[in-house]
């Protein structure tokens, strides 16, 4: 029986169960990977954390790694995206019961506090008796954060102060750490020395991890998932074009064709997004800094302009940045009536909730969860969903499951690869190999009724190419 875990209710776990098995046959690659190593079993001695969105996706890779023979611990990478049924089933595991709970210690329900946020966190890095896990799968870098911020103010034998203007999670985030350097001394860079290395999910994850490795933070190795062509180019695009307006019509069940909707950046998740918000009809208008992808835009067909130029008029907003302050609080008080507000971007500083709340003699309203209506003192008012977090998983169920098989193939193949082959990577951020990028892909085409092609000798010497791949240089943009 498990004694530790925390979730909202385990009487969902049947439910959760039920679509589990449902999304096991959407995930052709994790249930590859499981055939492929259910003998080898090469995560047995992995003590894998995980801080990823607790979905049923996540399920079924959680279930993954345990089939390859890991110990699992988990916590959901957001406050608001925990499907509660998802945990439940995931902490009763597929043979145990409610009252006799046999599965993985999950930390996490949809609707957490901050201080919840990280003291889930903090458990799931916790194993029983002190021990420490051996490996982080991130998706975002926050247990890499404490991790690293950790073993920082360990070594120097004090924790800073927060200053006043600091965010509020930051805040949480110090109070937390100095609680448990009290309690511990020295166990967080204890953690920090076991850990072989980190898989991270998500661009913003990777910008932090790359930002680390050049300031010569980096404390341990990592496998950069989101730049795997299969995650980026599939999840970040095509995963958006789903779960974007699911989230919008879950929330709103505004008519989207006709209205004008803003999608500010347009990387992989934005292009996604354009083309999701372009197929419910709504004419779509791209803000962009960068002119290569502005250019894109302007090519695919979208009108590409400043967000000052429409935020008068517009009826839809969505964040896709990744960067921060690109909704501000004067914009929002610039909008119509009713206009609808969200972020899909990994982090809630994209768009200025502070100070909208700051707003003299503004209100809020919430209609239900994750929709909050804010009211300005005129009277006018506009829609913000999931309080500025990411609205696809806040409200409604994140990317498919097809979708995050790709992805989370990856995820397991770089917790192998790390675990099992420490040495071919050393301190750094890398990328996994192309025939493992062209491996998860071809995991993938039987269930869609792909034919592939195959090469002839002289075809292949005449690219320049092996008859099995990879197929392109790694310069390849795709
Ligand atoms: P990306 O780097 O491909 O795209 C971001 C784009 O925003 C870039 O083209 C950049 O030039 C543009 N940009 C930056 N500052 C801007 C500004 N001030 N105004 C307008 N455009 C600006 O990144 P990607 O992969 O599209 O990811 C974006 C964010 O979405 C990241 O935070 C990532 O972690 C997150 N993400 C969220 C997912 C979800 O399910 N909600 C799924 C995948 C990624």
């Not at 709504?282 to 962009?288: L, M, N, S």
């Not at 969860?369 to 994140?398: K, Y």
């Given at each position: 029986m498990l004694t530790e875990f925390k979730v909202a209710d385990l009487s969902l776990a049947a439910f959760g169960r039920k679509e589990i098995q449902l999304a096991e046959h959407e995930m052709p690659g994790l249930m590859a990977v499981r055939e492929e190593y259910a003998e080898a079993?090469?995560?047995?001695?992995?003590?894998?954390?995980?801080?990823?969105?607790?979905?049923?996706?996540?399920?079924?890779?959680?279930?993954?790694?345990?089939?390859?023979?890991?110990?699992?611990?988990?916590?959901?990478?957001?406050?608001?995206?925990?499907?509660?049924?998802?945990?439940?089933a995931v902490v009763v595991g597929p043979n145990g019961t409610a009252e006799d709970p046999q599965g993985v210690p999950v930390?996490?329900?949809?609707?957490?506090?901050?201080?919840?946020?990280?003291?889930c966190t903090e458990q799931a890095l916790t194993w029983p008796g002190g021990d420490a896990p051996n490996m982080i799968l991130?998706?975002?870098?926050?247990?890499?954060?404490?991790?690293?911020k950790g073993a920082e103010y360990d070594a120097a034998g004090t924790v800073p102060s927060a200053a006043e203007d600091d965010p509020d999670e930051w805040k949480v985030i110090l109070a937390a750490l100095r609680r448990s350097i009290d309690r511990t001394p020295g166990r967080w860079r204890e953690i920090a020395a076991g850990i072989r290395g980190v898989t991270e999910e998500t661009t913003t994850g990777v910008h932090r991890l790359y930002e680390m490795h050049r300031n010569g933070?980096?404390?341990?190795?990592?496998?950069?998932?989101?730049?795997?062509?299969?995650?980026?180019?599939?999840?970040?695009?095509?995963?958006?074009?789903?779960?974007?307006?699911?989230?919008?019509?879950?929330?709103?069940?505004?008519?989207?064709?006709?209205?004008?909707?803003?999608?500010?950046?347009?990387?992989?998740?934005?292009k996604g997004c354009s083309e999701s918000l372009r197929g419910q009809g709504?004419?779509?208008?791209?803000?962009?800094v960068d002119p290569i992808c502005a250019l894109q835009a302007a090519m695919d067909g979208f009108q590409v302009t400043t967000l000052?130029?429409?935020?008068?008029?517009?009826?839809?907003?969505?964040t896709t940045t990744g960067n921060t302050g690109i909704i501000r609080a004067d914009h929002m008080e610039r909008m119509k009536h009713q206009a609808i507000v969200g972020n899909i971007g990994h982090f809630d500083n994209e768009i200025d909730m502070a100070g909208l709340a700051?707003?003299?003699?503004?209100?809020?309203?919430?209609?239900?969860?994750?929709?909050?209506?804010?009211?300005?003192?005129?009277?006018?008012?506009?829609?913000?969903?999931?309080?500025?977090?990411?609205?696809?998983?806040?409200?409604?169920?994140?990317?498919?499951?097809?979708?995050?098989?790709n992805s989370f193939t990856n995820q397991v193949i770089a917790q192998i690869e790390l675990f099992t082959r420490s040495d071919a990577y050393p301190l750094?951020?890398?990328?996994?190999?192309?025939h493992l990028d062209e491996k998860v892909a071809r995991l993938h085409l039987d269930a869609l009724g792909v034919k592939l092609t195959t090469l002839t000798k002289e075809q292949a010497a005449y690219i320049g190419v092996d008859v099995e791949g990879p197929y392109k240089p790694d310069h390849y943009r795709y």
């Open positions: 079993r090469p995560l047995r001695g992995a003590k894998i954390m995980g801080s990823l969105h607790m979905t049923i996706q996540t399920a079924v890779l959680i279930e993954t790694l345990v089939a390859l023979g890991a110990e699992v611990r988990w916590a959901s990478c957001n406050i608001f995206s925990t499907q509660d049924h998802a945990a439940a930390f996490a329900w949809k609707g957490e506090t901050l201080e919840e946020y990280w003291w991130d998706d975002g870098g926050d247990a890499t954060l404490l991790v690293h933070a980096l404390l341990f190795p990592a496998i950069n998932v989101n730049d795997s062509v299969t995650k980026s180019k599939f999840d970040n695009k095509y995963g958006c074009r789903h779960s974007l307006v699911d989230g919008i019509n879950r929330a709103t069940d505004v008519l989207i064709g006709g209205k004008v909707a803003v999608v500010c950046g347009y990387g992989d998740v934005g709504a004419r779509v208008i791209v803000t962009e000052e130029d429409v935020v008068d008029t517009a009826d839809i907003f969505v700051k707003i003299a003699g503004i209100r809020r309203i919430n209609v239900k969860p994750q929709v909050d209506e804010w009211v300005f003192p005129d009277g006018h008012m506009i829609i913000v969903l999931s309080e500025g977090r990411l609205l696809n998983l806040g409200n409604a169920t994140g990317h498919p499951s097809f979708v995050m098989s750094g951020v890398h990328v996994l190999p192309k």
